[in-house]
């Protein structure tokens, strides 16, 4: 399938996907999200595709859901559109997503960056759910993974005043992984995720279901999970080569079998 508002091109074992509609700073309308959760997919079904790197472009990773695309629809339209259960289909994705986040990530872009696995931000970015000043809230996650980010009294402060949060305090407080300067941002972020993608692509997949399972599960039942999860891969080639290779100090190639 082609794309009309992505860009999207293979970095050796990395699928880098582009949010491609600068005229509105990258705003997800029905086409944006179709094409998008289409392509993860697609990436996710691919073998030779070990991470995904979400990006935008300089000036806005996405500036939110169309406002114009909605500002016209009803209560029942929004409910017969349903077009937020799309998002569903971001969080099915079992290969690790970096997201790349430059300027803007607001409203649904912060949700949709806060979909992804881990955010490497440009010194530039700004973060922010400003639903508040449409007379609405978050309808993509916002309320619940920022509050699980950044806790609920910075939570708060962003969501019922709709400031916008810098790089460095998303740093601080815990909403991204890592800040890079302007310039690099996205060379950084390919490069994490070209080091991720050396990894076990089983364990990976592993590993991230295990962490997403400690916001969805109390604590005994998230161990339990884990320590299923770390059983069963001594029934992987993975386990075997990687262990092997430590004892023959030698960097492990894995297969993902
Ligand atoms: C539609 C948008 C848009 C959006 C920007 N644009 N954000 N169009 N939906 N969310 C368009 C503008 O209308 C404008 O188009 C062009 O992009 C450039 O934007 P400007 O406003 O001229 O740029 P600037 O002055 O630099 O201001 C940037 C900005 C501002 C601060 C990011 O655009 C802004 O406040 N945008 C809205 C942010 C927001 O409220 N997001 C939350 C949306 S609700 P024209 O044609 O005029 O040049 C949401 C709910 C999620 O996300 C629910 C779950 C999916």
Redesign the pocket.
């Known amino acids: 399938m082609s794309f009309t508002c992505l860009k999207v091109e293979d970095r050796g074992a990395v699928g880098l996907v582009q949010l491609h509609r600068p005229?509105?700073?990258n705003?997800?309308?029905v086409t944006v999200?179709e094409e998008l959760v289409t392509c993860l997919e697609q990436m996710d079904a691919r073998e030779e595709i070990r991470v995904i790197v979400l990006a935008g472009d300089d000036?806005?990773f996405?500036?939110?859901?169309?406002?114009?695309?909605?500002a016209d629809a009803g209560h029942i339209e929004m409910l017969l559109r349903n077009?937020?259960a799309r998002?569903d289909r971001v969080r099915r994705i079992g290969k690790p997503i970096i997201a790349a986040v430059s300027g803007?990530a607001?409203?649904?872009?912060?949700?949709l960056a806060m979909s992804c696995d881990l955010i490497v931000a440009s010194e530039t970015a700004q973060f922010?759910?400003?639903?508040i000043?449409?007379g609405?809230i978050?309808?993509?996650?916002?309320t619940q993974r920022m509050t699980r980010a950044v806790g609920k009294s910075v939570a708060m402060d962003m969501i019922l005043t709709?400031r916008m949060m810098s790089a460095h305090e998303a740093l601080e407080r815990g909403l991204v992984a890592r800040v890079a300067s302007k310039g690099t941002w996205l060379d950084e972020a390919l490069h994490l995720a070209s080091e991720i993608a050396t990894k076990s692509p089983l364990a990976l997949r592993v590993a991230k279901e295990a962490v997403l399972k400690a916001f969805e599960t109390p604590l005994a039942e998230g161990l339990e999970y884990e320590r299923r999860s770390f059983y069963m891969l001594f029934g992987s080639q993975d386990q075997v080569e990687g262990m092997k290779a430590f004892v023959e100090k030698r960097a492990a190639k894995f297969t993902g079998r």
């Open positions: 005229e509105a700073l705003a997800l309308n999200m000036r806005a996405a500036a939110g859901a169309d406002i114009k695309e909605m077009n937020i998002w803007f607001l409203g649904g872009g912060c949700e922010g759910q400003p639903e000043n449409l609405v978050p309808g993509a996650g916002g709709g």
